[in-house]
């Protein structure tokens, strides 16, 4: 078993039939980036640089998290590397003082872009140390929390205007640096037509996106079952996210965990997904799910997938999948 699976660390990102899909991990530390190269992972899917931020009083600053980032982008060698804006609060906690204490609500509270659009020295300084980092090979900044289109446009207006500021003070920056947006509040995900035009991809966050659809927090045990993909909703909302992203040629991901359950891989690729962005440890085991995917067939039996009506029909559906 552990040899089959150390086998496939030489194996492409393939369907049984060949389609390319892209394993991007889920990074966040030196390690991490470090394994994901050693896998073969696509590229970094999601960075989450709230770790540089946590177990310290003091905020980093520019050109600490300039050379974080730098770092993450040269240890990837020129395979594309997403890196997460701050996503403080709610379940990240925080000691700098930065994020509200005692919110209400965290989950419904000032937290991702909301928090870093209401602290401009914030987003200035780790907008500058991203920039500056993209001269050094790809990078995607990805936006945590959008809930619509004002968010989009400013932090777009934001990240030119300090692109045109560090240009003119002599610094190096990418000529293009894809700018993206988590879908994991459920508005964004049936407002994105109206912002879809405004970035250039897309990243599925499922562990938020179940936890504000289903009204169930991601981290209560007492709910039991009540937090679930495995809930019409919730696929028929993955559904349409891919189909509108692929209908306007946005690549698009989903980096929640679900992206590394190999149990849930076939039903994703039926869905029409073709980016995961997963954690190291699960890599592996994805790929060899993957590569025993027959894609055509799986995509053949999706309406039976989008016909369950609960969560018994879903799970038996994801059963006779095994080995298709
Ligand atoms: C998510 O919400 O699915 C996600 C990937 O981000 P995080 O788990 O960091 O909130
Ligand atoms: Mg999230």
Known sequence: ELRELNRMRREPNQTRDGTEIDLFANAESREDVAEAHALGATGIGLYRTEFLFLQRMELPDENEQFHAYRDVILGMSGRPVTIRMLDLGADKA?????ALRDEPNPALGLRGVRLSLARPALLETQLRALLRASGYGPLRIL??????????????AHMMRIARDLRSEGHEIADYVALGAMIEIPAAALALPTFIGGVDFLSIGTNDLIQYLLAADRNNDALGELYTPLHPAVIRMLRDLIRMAKSRNRPIAVC?????????????????????????????????????????????????????????EIERWIDAQRGH
């Open 94 to 98: 925080d000691r700098t003082g930065l």
């Open 143 to 156: 936006l945590p929390m959008i809930s619509g289109r004002e968010e989009v446009r400013t932090m777009r």
């Open 256 to 312: 929640g965990e679900i992206a590394g359950d190999a149990r849930l891989a076939p039903m994703l690729l039926a869905l029409g997904l073709e980016q995961f962005s997963l954690h190291p440890t699960t890599l592996l085991e994805v790929r060899r799910t993957i590569r025993n995917c027959d894609l055509d067939r799986l995509r053949a039996n999706a309406p039976a997938l989008l016909r369950a009506r609960e969560r018994v």
